[in-house]
């Protein structure tokens, strides 16, 4: 190793190591006992693997017809089906008590998760701390302490703190800040489990749209006959019309659609442009955008939910 590269990475650890004492007097500042600002800190060092992740993520643009065949395969359809089938009361539950169907709750289950599978296998704050450093930023810092608070209350101990390299926990992928404001335990027993309950999962998700504004009844979105004579212009979710107006132009509900007043509020998405899948799209996507800021990630949320529940 040359002398230069020596220095920087010399230089390159001093930065850390300054960046996390005044982390961790931030830390100490909002409350958090030091106990455990010092045993979830202490050996820290940038985490390489999460460095490596954030700072070579594909750029690439995928098609609709490309993401939906990746995201709602067969295979996710199938364990889908499986998951549904065992917890039908479960599911039935959080309709009665958040006002939220079954749908949504699959698709995001499956998709950010499969069913709960693959929460990721990195340790929380030593990815927060790792990505607050290397953008130098406010957000994942704060999210570092949020974590720390989960620990603080008695929620979760710090091995459990599992999720992805940007911080997202458990089965519904929460950032410790949303685990905060919305986790919940279904039985109301103990402090939520995100990791290792399907209820509490589910629950948290339910409470997350509900929040959110998810409206009883009211589907996401639903795949429609959409004739050429429609092209791109006047189309996507900010252009919301009426259902009325959409199917006075053309647009064909398919079979088994929910049965919806002519009134309302609904908006047209080709996500691949004319001669691909067309969308109708109601107040309910943007709820699932809340979620994740994507239309092809709200779609195959619908899309995976109406595929396993009603084969």
Same mark, same amino acid.
């Given at each position: 190793m040359s002398m230069s590269l020596c220095a920087a990475g010399a230089a390159q650890? @001093? %930065?850390f190591s300054a960046f996390l004492a005044k982390l961790r007097t931030r830390a100490l500042a909002a409350g958090i006992p030091a106990g455990i600002v010092h045993s979830t800190t202490a050996g820290l060092k940038p985490n390489q693997d999460v &460095?490596?992740?954030? *700072?070579? *993520?594909? @750029? +690439?643009?995928m098609t609709w017809a490309d993401y939906s065949s990746r995201v709602l395969s067969q295979t996710r359809i199938d364990n889908g089906q499986a998951k549904a089938a065992g917890a039908h009361n =479960? =599911?039935?539950?959080?309709? %009665?008590? +958040? /006002?939220? %169907?079954? @749908?949504? =709750?699959? /698709?995001i289950w499956g998709i950010e998760t499969g069913y709960g599978v693959s929460q990721g296998n990195f340790h929380v704050i030593d990815a927060l701390t790792t990505l607050a450093w290397e953008r130098q930023s406010k957000f994942f810092g704060g999210q570092v302490i949020d974590a720390m608070r989960i620990i603080a209350m008695g929620d979760a101990p710090a091995g459990r703190l599992m999720g992805s390299y940007a911080g997202a926990m458990g089965q519904p992928q929460f950032m410790p800040n949303v685990y905060l404001s919305t986790a919940v335990s279904f039985s109301g027993a103990r402090a939520p489990d995100i990791w290792h309950s399907d209820a509490d999962s589910l629950a948290s998700m339910a409470n997350y749209l509900a929040k959110a504004g998810w409206q009883t009844g009211l589907p996401s979105s639903e795949a429609v006959f959409a004739p050429r004579s429609i092209g791109p212009n006047g189309t996507g979710r900010k252009l919301v019309?009426? &259902? /009325?107006?959409? *199917?006075?132009?053309g647009i064909q509900r398919l079979p088994g659609a929910v049965p919806l007043p002519p009134d309302t509020p609904a908006a047209l998405l080709l996500p691949d442009g004319p001669g691909g899948q067309a969308f109708l799209v109601y107040a309910n996507f943007s709820v699932i955008r809340r979620y994740n800021p994507s239309d092809f990630y709200a779609l195959a949320v619908g899309a995976l939910g109406r595929m396993v529940l009603t084969a």
């Open positions: 650890a @001093e %930065s &460095l490596k992740r954030d *700072q070579h *993520q594909a @750029e +690439f643009t =479960l =599911l039935a539950a959080m309709t %009665s008590r +958040f /006002g939220v %169907s079954a @749908e949504p =709750l699959i /698709g019309r009426t &259902l /009325g107006y959409w *199917q006075g132009r």
